[in-house]
């Protein structure tokens, strides 16, 4: 019996371990993405697509209209998807 039979499952260039100490925070593995795959889609529904680039400089926007409202670092907001 496999111990783990999903990783078969993978794609290709899927490693079967993660490297769970490689980054600081989830902030650092979105900002390092964000570099290294600027070109790439990141998200694709009903057609559209953007790219990490493009999520970058939209995150950057929401961070900055968050700021300009009052939001200090360390508060919460809620999002509805």
């Given amino acids: 019996m496999e111990a783990f039979p999903w990783i078969r499952n993978y794609p290709s260039g899927i490693p079967p371990e993660i490297k769970l100490y490689e980054y ?25 697509t953007m790219t990490y680039g493009e999520l970058d400089e939209l995150s950057k926007h929401f961070a900055a209209f968050l700021q300009n409202l009052g939001m200090k670092k360390g508060e919460r907001i809620a999002i509805q998807m």
Avoid: I, K, P, Y
């Avoid at 989830?26 to 057609?47: I, K, T, W, Y």
């Fill in 24 to 48: 600081d925070s989830l902030v650092a593995l979105f900002e390092d993405s964000f570099v290294r795959f600027r070109d790439r889609v990141a998200f694709e529904n009903m057609g559209a």
